[in-house]
């Protein structure tokens, strides 16, 4: 089992930056990719963006130029720097990571973090 925990949401007003971290524990493997979801109210939960550990990246067109995700291998942490806020990105984000388990790829969420952009 894979545990996920993120961190670094909060309160920002239009224009401010928040990193937004994702903390894996338990049985990481190598094999993985990485992604941020953002569920929005009234919305589903949809793809912000992706990486995976052959170095694919993607973003949603909305906040690319704006939003950049990393990761640091190490330590099991991806991170989702997030510059030139809109109200638009308001919403809890979510942290999945998607790897092997066995011979079978699983997902695993985290339970998410608060970003209220508002002025």
């Known amino acids: 089992q894979v545990q996920l925990v993120e961190s670094g949401g909060g309160s920002v007003q239009p224009g401010g930056s928040l990193r937004l971290s994702c903390a894996a524990s338990?049985?990481?493997?190598?094999?993985?990719?990485w992604s941020w979801y953002r569920q929005s109210p009234g919305q589903p939960r949809d793809l912000v963006a992706g990486?995976?550990?052959?170095?694919?990246?993607t973003y949603i067109d909305p906040v690319k130029g704006r939003f950049t995700i990393s990761t640091d291998n190490a330590k099991n942490i991806l991170y989702l720097q997030m510059d030139n806020l809109k109200p638009e990105d308001t919403g809890v984000y979510y942290c999945?990571?998607?790897?092997?388990?066995?011979?079978?790829?699983?997902?695993?969420w985290g339970k998410g973090t608060l970003v209220t952009v508002s002025s």
């Open positions: 999945k990571r998607h790897q092997l388990k066995g011979s079978t790829w699983v997902d695993y």
């Open positions: 338990g049985a990481v493997t190598s094999a993985n990719a």
């Open positions: 990486t995976a550990y052959n170095g694919y990246v």
